[in-house]
C-alpha cells in the first residue's frame, strides 16, 4: 500500500467500524435512552434509533439484562473486587484479560479454563503461565454469599477482562451476559491456543474457526500494549533463529541488544511492549513498525499484507484502536457461549470444580 492511499485506508476503516458497531461497545461512553447516544460530554452528538440495553437480547441469548433482577449488584461487586486486586497487583490486568482470551479460545467463553480437575486445560503446558485464578475465585465467593447459584463463572471472567482493561486506560464496553459454564475442560484442547511461534496463516484460521475475522486478530494482538513473557519463550529469536546461527534478522538491533542483556535466565520477563509497558495504548503497532516486536507473531503482523495495513491504521489513531479493541473484546466474549437453552452447562458454585450434585 503506498503511503498516499493509508489516510484514504484509514477513513474507510474507521467509517467501517462505525457502522459495524452501532451497538453499545464505546470508550468511556453512556448509554442511556433508546434513542440517544451520547458522549460523556453533556452535548449529543448523533441520536440512533436502538433498543435499550435490557431490551437487547443476541441470537445465542445472552442479554444485558441478565442479572438485573437476579443480582443486581453483580457488576458493582465484581468492578470493586478488580479495582482491589489491580491496585494491589498491576500485572494481573494483563493476566486476566489473557486468561479470557484462553477461555473463550477453548471450546468458548464458558469458564473451562478455571477447572481444576487433572487433565483440565488449565493444567496444559501453554497454561503455565496463565494467572488470576485467586481474583475470579475471590468475586465468585462475594457472588455466592450475595446471589448463591445466580451468576456463572464464565460471565465473571468476562466482565473481570472488560473492568481490568479499563482499570489500565483501556476502553469501556458493555457486556451483555448470560453464559453457563461449561463441564468438560481438556487439555489436549488447549494446546492449540497460539504459543507466538506460529505463522500468520495460522493465527488468521485459528481466529476464523471462532468466528472472529482478520481485523479482531489485530485488533486483539493489541491486548499485549501491556503484559509480559518469560525469557524462555523468547530466546530462541535472539541466538540461533531457525538453525541459522544468527539472531532473528525482523528484530532492530538495539532492541536485539537489549533483550540479549536482559533475557539471559529463561525465567527472567520482559515487556511485551518495549516502549509503554504500563500503558494501554497504540505504541505496541508503533513499536512493530520500528521492528520491536517482543513475540514473533507479534512482528510478523507488520510484515504479511493481510494484516500490515491494519497495523499501520492503528498507529496512526489511538482512538481507532481503542474503539476496534472493545468491538473485538466484544466479539470475543461471544465466541460459541453456553446459554439457558444448552442442557450441559451450568451455573459453578465454585469457579474450580463441576457442581457435585
Ligand atoms: C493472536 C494470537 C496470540 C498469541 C500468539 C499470543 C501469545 C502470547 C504469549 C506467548 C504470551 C506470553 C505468555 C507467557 O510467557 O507468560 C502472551 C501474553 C499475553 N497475551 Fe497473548 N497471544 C495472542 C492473543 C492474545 C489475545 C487475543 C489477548 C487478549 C485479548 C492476549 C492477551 C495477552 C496478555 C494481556 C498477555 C500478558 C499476560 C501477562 O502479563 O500475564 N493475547 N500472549
Given at each position: 500500500?503506498?503511503?498516499?492511499?493509508?489516510p484514504?485506508?484509514?477513513?474507510?476503516l474507521v467509517?467501517?467500524i462505525?457502522?459495524?458497531?452501532?451497538?453499545?461497545?464505546?470508550e468511556?461512553?453512556?448509554y442511556?435512552s433508546?434513542?440517544?447516544y451520547?458522549?460523556?460530554r453533556s452535548?449529543t452528538?448523533?441520536?440512533?434509533q436502538?433498543p435499550t440495553l435490557?431490551?437487547t437480547?443476541f441470537?445465542?441469548l445472552?442479554?444485558?439484562?441478565?442479572?438485573?433482577?437476579?443480582?443486581p449488584?453483580?457488576?458493582?461487586?465484581?468492578?470493586?473486587?478488580?479495582k482491589?486486586?489491580?491496585k494491589?497487583?498491576?500485572?494481573?490486568?494483563a493476566?486476566?484479560?489473557?486468561?479470557?482470551?484462553?477461555?473463550?479460545s477453548?471450546?468458548?467463553c464458558?469458564?473451562?479454563?478455571?477447572?481444576?480437575?487433572?487433565?483440565s486445560?488449565?493444567?496444559?503446558?501453554?497454561?503455565?503461565?496463565?494467572?488470576?485464578?485467586?481474583?475470579?475465585d475471590?468475586?465468585?465467593?462475594?457472588?455466592?454469599?450475595?446471589?448463591?447459584?445466580t451468576v456463572?463463572?464464565?460471565?465473571?471472567?468476562?466482565a473481570?477482562?472488560?473492568?481490568?482493561?479499563?482499570e489500565v486506560?483501556?476502553?469501556?464496553?458493555?457486556v451483555?451476559y448470560?453464559?453457563?459454564?461449561?463441564?468438560?475442560?481438556?487439555?489436549?484442547?488447549a494446546a492449540?491456543v497460539?504459543?507466538?511461534?506460529e505463522?500468520?496463516?495460522?493465527?488468521?484460521e485459528?481466529?476464523?474457526?471462532?468466528?472472529?475475522?482478520?481485523?479482531?486478530?489485530?485488533?486483539?494482538?493489541?491486548?499485549?500494549?501491556?503484559?509480559?513473557?518469560?525469557?524462555?519463550?523468547?530466546?530462541?529469536?535472539?541466538?540461533?533463529?531457525?538453525?541459522?546461527?544468527?539472531?532473528d534478522p525482523s528484530?532492530d538491533?538495539?532492541?536485539?541488544?537489549f533483550l540479549?542483556?536482559?533475557?539471559?535466565?529463561?525465567?527472567?520477563?520482559?515487556d511485551?511492549?518495549?516502549t509503554?509497558?504500563?500503558?494501554?495504548?497504540?505504541?505496541?503497532?508503533?513499536?512493530?513498525?520500528k521492528?520491536?516486536?517482543?513475540?514473533s507473531?507479534?512482528?510478523?503482523?507488520?510484515?504479511?499484507p493481510?494484516?500490515?495495513p491494519?497495523?499501520?491504521?492503528?498507529?496512526s489513531?489511538?482512538?481507532?484502536?481503542?474503539?476496534q479493541?472493545a468491538?473485538?473484546?466484544?466479539?470475543?466474549?461471544?465466541?460459541?457461549?453456553l446459554?439457558?437453552?444448552?442442557?450441559?452447562?451450568?451455573?459453578?458454585?465454585?469457579?474450580?470444580f463441576?457442581n457435585a450434585?
Open positions: 500500500m503506498s503511503n498516499s492511499s493509508i484514504l485506508f484509514l477513513l474507510l467509517l467501517c462505525i457502522s459495524a458497531s452501532a451497538d453499545p461497545y464505546y468511556n461512553s453512556d442511556k433508546s434513542s440517544s451520547t458522549t460523556s452535548d452528538v448523533f441520536s440512533l436502538v435490557d431490551e437480547t441470537d445465542n445472552l442479554s444485558f439484562g441478565y442479572y438485573r433482577k437476579t443480582c449488584q453483580f457488576e458493582s461487586i465484581l468492578h470493586n473486587k478488580v482491589e486486586w489491580i494491589e497487583d498491576y500485572t494481573l490486568a493476566s486476566l484479560m489473557r486468561l479470557h482470551f484462553h477461555d473463550c477453548v471450546r468458548g464458558d469458564g473451562s479454563i478455571l477447572l481444576k480437575n487433572d487433565g486445560e488449565r493444567t496444559a503446558k501453554v497454561s503455565k503461565t496463565l494467572r488470576g485464578f485467586e481474583v475470579v475471590d468475586i465468585k465467593a462475594e457472588l455466592e454469599k450475595q446471589c448463591p447459584k456463572s463463572c464464565a460471565d465473571i471472567l468476562t473481570a477482562a472488560r473492568d481490568a482493561t479499563f486506560g483501556g476502553p469501556y464496553w458493555d451483555p448470560g453464559r453457563r459454564d461449561g463441564k468438560v475442560s481438556l487439555a489436549e484442547e492449540l497460539p504459543t507466538g511461534h505463522n500468520i496463516t495460522s493465527m488468521i485459528f481466529f476464523q474457526s471462532r468466528g472472529m475475522t482478520v481485523l479482531d486478530l489485530v485488533a486483539l494482538s493489541g491486548a499485549h500494549t501491556i503484559g509480559r513473557t518469560s525469557c524462555g519463550s523468547i530466546q530462541y529469536r535472539l541466538y540461533n533463529y531457525k538453525g541459522t546461527g544468527k539472531p528484530l538491533p538495539k532492541y536485539l541488544d540479549q542483556r536482559k533475557c539471559r535466565w529463561a525465567s527472567e520477563y520482559v511485551l511492549d518495549a509503554t509497558p504500563k500503558t494501554f495504548d497504540n505504541v505496541y503497532y508503533i513499536n512493530l513498525k521492528k520491536k516486536g517482543l513475540l507473531t507479534d512482528q510478523l503482523l507488520y510484515s504479511d493481510r494484516t500490515a491494519l497495523v499501520s491504521a492503528f498507529t489513531t489511538h482512538s481507532v484502536f481503542q474503539h479493541f468491538v473485538s473484546m466484544g466479539k470475543l466474549g461471544l465466541v460459541d457461549v446459554t439457558d437453552q444448552d442442557e450441559e452447562g451450568e451455573i459453578r458454585t465454585n469457579c474450580n463441576v450434585y
